[in-house]
């Protein structure tokens, strides 16, 4: 039981010069309210739910765009760690407590402890932010696959509703899924927050464009967004209760 994923959150990955707007963003995209900062720079804070456990995180990163990554928390990290690295994983930082790895593919991960978290959030105002999407290059996508599902059993690994999609969903209560994208080139490996929205999308839109959202493409079952740092999420039709497609008698 020591390889069992107790809790996960995911990551909101943004530069160090638009990490407040994406904060104060966040915050009021899922109702919740900011911890102490923490890290040696201040870089780390927690997005703090009422009545819940927190599931969301942000970081402040020196280099680069950013975007998102999933920590999976685990009551014995290096039992975990031993066995990612089997499966392909790399490391890319070892602290204290926890780690830092990369996927075949190349999409950074950490492995941390559970500290008791069990009570997901509600949703709030139509939506759930539920999903980490990773964008995977053709020429990694098969492998990366192969590496989620091997690497959480427990969860539910199956194909998505178009073929470039894969889908890695947690058993109940988990707060986060994990969404694998080939794209259509070679480009490097990315990830993105996504939203469930059911069928209020375009009123959870609207609200986030009042929040200094700007939409950059509509598709017949998401939307791409920036938030106000710049930082790509998409918005989707998934129910928000379940995490899945909509069915007629939701």
């Not at 209020?200 to 598709?219: C, M, S, T, Y």
């Amino acid at each position: 039981m020591s390889l069992r994923i107790r809790w996960t959150y995911a990551f909101v990955d943004r530069p160090a010069e638009g990490f407040e707007r994406a904060c104060a963003f966040w915050t009021a995209v899922t109702d919740t309210r900011l911890s102490e900062p923490r890290g040696d720079k201040g870089e780390f804070t927690t997005l703090l739910p009422q009545g819940a456990d927190a599931c969301v995180k942000a970081q402040a990163v020196a280099d680069g765009p950013g975007g998102a990554h999933l920590d999976l928390c685990v009551e014995d990290v290096p039992a975990f760690v031993a066995s990612a690295l089997g499966l392909g994983a790399r490391t890319a930082a070892a602290h204290d407590g926890w780690t830092v790895l990369r996927s075949p593919a190349g999409q950074l991960f950490c492995v941390v402890p559970w500290h008791g978290e069990a009570v997901r959030p509600s949703v709030v105002a139509g939506s759930r932010l539920d999903q980490v999407c990773v964008d995977v290059p053709p020429s990694g996508y098969d492998a990366e696959v192969a590496f989620w599902s091997a690497l959480l059993p427990q969860w539910t690994s199956r194909p998505g509703a178009l073929p470039e999609f894969h889908v890695l969903a947690p058993p109940p209560g988990l707060p986060m899924r994990v969404l694998l994208q080939r794209l259509d080139d070679e480009r490097p490996v990315r990830a993105h927050l996504d939203l469930a929205c059911g069928p209020d999308i375009d009123a959870v839109r609207a609200h986030h464009e009042r929040l200094g959202a700007r939409v950059e493409a509509v598709r017949s079952q998401w939307t791409v967004l920036r938030d106000p740092a710049g930082g790509l999420y998409c918005l989707t039709g998934r129910d928000p209760r379940t995490g899945g497609l909509p069915t007629p008698d939701a």
